[in-house]
DNA sequence: CTGAATCCAGATGGATACTG
DNA sequence: CAGTATCCATCTGGATTCAG
């Protein structure tokens, strides 16, 4: 069951997470490099498996709120610990 | 950087692990559906980023033995993590 | 602003056959 | 047994454009 799949999922999380609450386009400035298209449509899968929560707010121009469920933070610990793995690996590959 | 990309690092690792030593051939048999190809590709990735140890034995016929290396180790838990995460929210999905 | 649609190149991965 | 090579279908994701 990887939820995780597609290449952004983890940063798209680790944005909305870091912020609380967070706009599409906001999201689309944090993740660098990732087009709208991938947002959106990584943002539907996340929201499918009910990890991010979606709220349209009726401002003009219109804005959309993302945040993270209840569910989607008991996977915050989970990211970290393999964000910090992470950080660890790379410095014990690349710098040796 | 993501080192567990690939549809079958964490299959294999965990195959791997559970048993200490595994062969190939046994790493194709644990792991359901994958292909030679594609265990012989991941395994040499596994390998590169030092996860895990190839040692070639000088039976008849010849068989290689692959373990987890230190490194790989420190791994385990987070794995183990994110799978419980992973039963956890099939559950929480499919199940309502 | 949000996000869906289209187009398209390159990566991924399965089946199979082959080598040492 | 372990691993490589080839062929080929499918998937991924970027650029761009369009719509509400």
Redesign the interface.
């Known amino acids: 069951?990887?939820?995780l799949n597609g290449k952004w999922k983890?940063a798209i999380i680790s944005s909305i997470c870091c912020y609380g609450k967070r706009r599409f386009s906001d999201i689309l400035n944090d993740v660098d490099g990732i087009s709208n298209r991938m947002l959106s449509k990584e943002l539907k899968e996340l929201e499918l498996?009910?990890l991010v929560k979606r709220t349209i707010l009726n401002t003009q121009p219109i804005t959309v709120q993302y945040e993270l469920t209840e569910?989607g933070n008991?996977?915050q610990?989970?990211i970290s610990?393999?964000a910090d793995?992470?950080?660890?690996?790379?410095k014990?590959?690349v710098g040796k």
């Not at 793995?85 to 790379?90: A, D, F, L, P, T």
């Open positions: 069951m990887d939820v983890i498996n009910e569910h008991t996977l610990t989970t610990n393999l793995w992470g950080v660890v690996h790379r014990k590959i």
